[in-house]
């Protein structure tokens, strides 16, 4: 398995509080990622990162923010949570030059 | 933003098997990606295709990359227990890795009947 440790694996917390979510990795791959998985969408892209302190958003982005200060741990923040961020988040990491994307067990976060 | 079109949604089988299923797009991509997700877990790679018509094997599972380019194929062959769960196509468009965005197809749910 690729070394990608999220935590936390389950959170609930309420509507209008900030939440951060972390996803660490031990490959000292370049690129990271943050998805989020809800029923009849699949897999979207919220934020995604080249490098210490590079990140670009993707294409469900708003709400979110990432942070990444060291190669091995990016952070997703939910500057105030909202019901419709209740979703499965899942990071991913990926290698220079290849397309292999590999995937963290998931955090799943509920908002009340 | 735009997603894969992959089917079928879901399929009831009887172990032992072969299972087809399809992912396609209106649009080109070079890359193309199958992942299968256990309930509870992340996606796992299975298999990876570069080359358009490019023929992939990873034990009973097949993959093709579409001549096309805007399709690709995963086929099971003699499907067993632990082939339970939702299967994933992903396609990227450049040829700029780690830049370049994954688009994901909604999953296929396979089931195994007894």
């Known amino acids: 398995d690729a070394g990608i440790t999220q935590s936390p694996r389950h959170k609930v917390t309420e509507t209008g509080t900030p939440v951060t979510l972390r996803c660490h990795q031990t490959e000292n791959h370049r690129y990271m990622y943050w998805y989020r998985q809800d029923p009849g969408h699949g897999l979207r892209l919220i934020h995604y990162s080249y490098g210490v302190k590079d990140t670009d958003k993707g294409e469900v982005s708003d709400g979110y923010s990432v942070s990444r200060s060291k190669t091995e741990d990016f952070l997703l923040t939910l500057e105030s949570a909202t019901s419709s961020q209740t979703s499965v988040y899942f990071c991913?990491?990926?290698?220079?030059?290849?397309?292999?994307?590999?995937f963290g067990q998931g955090t799943r976060l509920t908002v009340v | 933003g735009q997603q894969l079109n992959q089917s079928p949604q879901s399929m009831f089988i009887q172990e032992g098997e072969d299972v087809s299923m399809n992912c396609t797009s209106s649009?080109?991509?070079?890359?193309w990606l199958w992942y299968k997700q256990d309930p509870g877990e992340g996606p796992v790679l299975l298999i990876a295709l570069y080359k358009a018509g490019e023929l992939t094997s990873n034990g009973r599972l097949t993959a093709q990359f579409g001549i096309t380019r805007k399709d690709s194929f995963l086929n099971i062959s003699a499907s067993i227990p632990s082939d339970v769960g939702i299967y994933f196509c992903?396609?990227?468009?450049?040829?700029?890795?780690?830049?370049?965005?994954?688009?994901f197809g909604t999953g296929t749910r396979l089931t195994i009947i007894p």
């Open positions: 991913a990491i990926a290698g220079t030059g290849v397309a292999e994307a590999f």
């Open positions: 992903a396609g990227q468009k450049g040829a700029n890795f780690g830049n370049e965005k994954l688009t």
């Open positions: 649009s080109i991509f070079n890359t």
